[in-house]
């Protein structure tokens, strides 16, 4: 599994623009996955071109919730490449112009080894990558509790780790995860790097993650 953060609010390469919003590469079971996609599609394929990501090689669109920094860049993206399957919360409306639209309420297989939660508290999905360490869990905000989150991941196996917006969740909240990168909306960030420091990876665009055999790694 392969993770390379496309759109955050901070950067950690200079030639990459940061703004509030979020998006990630996810490389994993012979899928390229587009999560989110950023507020500003100029922005989200700016980076992308940089990072030397290109729109027509994804696969699949995720999209997490309906709110404007995570659904923002669409558009322009589904502009450059319209024959991806987008996975969006049931709640999501307006989409059009990509070749296949799914909408999920309830978890779901979405291939093997990647599945949805489903749509948590009637707003939000996240999406859980089975990796050999175990599952990787990948939130747009985390608007759903916690709890509610990890419950709904653990159905598909034992929960790793957590990658994404973490909003207003408390440090102790993810006591049970060995790998935590906090991006975009998270509030404790500091709180969390301090109370986890074996577990926290930096996020910020440019951040690339990888997570083979029996260990995780990350770099710029």
């Not at 307006?94 to 978890?107: K, Q």
């Amino acid at each position: 599994m392969k993770v390379t953060i496309i759109y955050d609010n901070t950067s950690c390469r200079k030639d990459l623009q940061a703004d509030w919003g979020f998006s990630a590469l996810i490389e994993a079971h012979g899928k390229k996955i587009l999560f989110d996609t950023g507020a500003s599609g100029a922005i989200l394929l700016a980076n992308m071109n940089k990072l030397e990501i290109a729109p027509t090689e994804i696969d699949e669109v995720f999209i997490s919730h309906a709110h404007f920094d995570h659904t923002g860049g669409l558009s322009a993206f589904l502009d450059q490449n319209n024959k991806v399957k987008v996975w969006i919360p049931s709640s999501f409306r307006g989409l059009r112009n990509a070749r296949e639209i799914m909408e999920t309420e309830n978890s779901v297989k979405m291939y093997e080894g990647i599945y949805s939660t489903g749509q948590l508290a009637e707003t939000e999905q996240s999406l859980c990558i089975e990796t050999q360490k175990g599952i990787v869990i990948i939130t747009g905000c985390s608007h759903p509790p916690m709890e509610q989150i990890t419950d709904a991941a653990s159905k598909f196996g034992k929960v790793y780790g957590i990658m994404g917006g973490l909003h207003g969740n408390r440090p102790e909240s993810l006591k049970n995860f060995d790998l935590i990168c906090p991006t975009h909306c998270t509030q404790y960030k500091l709180e969390i790097k301090f109370s986890y420091p074996e577990s926290y990876i930096e996020g910020g665009a440019g951040r690339v993650i990888y997570i083979r055999g029996g260990f995780h790694e990350n770099m710029f």
